[in-house]
């Protein structure tokens, strides 16, 4: 099992409670990383290897060509509508929150489960 960088997990944890104070957010050890929920819904997964992050097919393709974001792949095939970003794309607490509110415009919009 691959291990979950903590300074990166706890950098996103402090970022989804200062981007959705109002929502239940949760966590949970699945793929080998750590995983947060928002509603109940998948929102981003912290590993060792950078920031995994849901955003839903409408604005997928889009943010496919932004720097430093790469297709989800767990199984030889890409997973729609969710994202890997390189190191290079969260070094800075703004990039990441960046990232964060493009996959909570998604998933708040989304009903509670």
Same mark, same amino acid.
């Given at each position: &099992? /691959?291990?979950?960088?903590? @300074?990166?997990?706890?950098?996103?944890?402090?970022?989804? #409670?200062?981007?959705?104070? %109002?929502? !239940?957010?949760?966590?949970? =050890? &699945? %793929?080998?990383?750590?995983? %947060?929920?928002?509603?109940?819904? &998948?929102?981003? $997964?912290?590993?060792?290897? @950078?920031?995994?992050?849901?955003? @839903? /097919?409408? =604005?997928?393709?889009?943010?496919?060509?932004?720097?430093?974001?790469?297709?989800?792949? #767990?199984?030889?095939?890409? &997973? =729609? $509508? #969710? *994202?890997?970003?390189?190191?290079?794309?969260?070094? !800075? !607490?703004?990039? *990441?929150?960046?990232?964060?509110?493009? +996959?909570? +415009? %998604?998933?708040? /919009?989304?009903?509670? =489960?």
């Amino acid at each position: &099992m /691959a291990a979950i960088d903590e @300074g990166l997990a706890q950098r996103v944890r402090e970022s989804l #409670f200062n981007l959705a104070d %109002f929502a !239940d957010i949760s966590e949970r =050890k &699945m %793929f080998g990383s750590l995983i %947060f929920m928002v509603n109940g819904h &998948m929102t981003c $997964g912290v590993g060792d290897e @950078g920031l995994m992050l849901r955003v @839903g /097919a409408g =604005k997928y393709e889009h943010a496919l060509t932004q720097p430093h974001a790469g297709e989800m792949d #767990f199984t030889g095939r890409p &997973m =729609k $509508g #969710f *994202l890997y970003i390189t190191w290079q794309g969260i070094e !800075d !607490d703004e990039d *990441l929150c960046s990232w964060l509110e493009l +996959s909570l +415009s %998604f998933i708040l /919009a989304q009903p509670r =489960k």
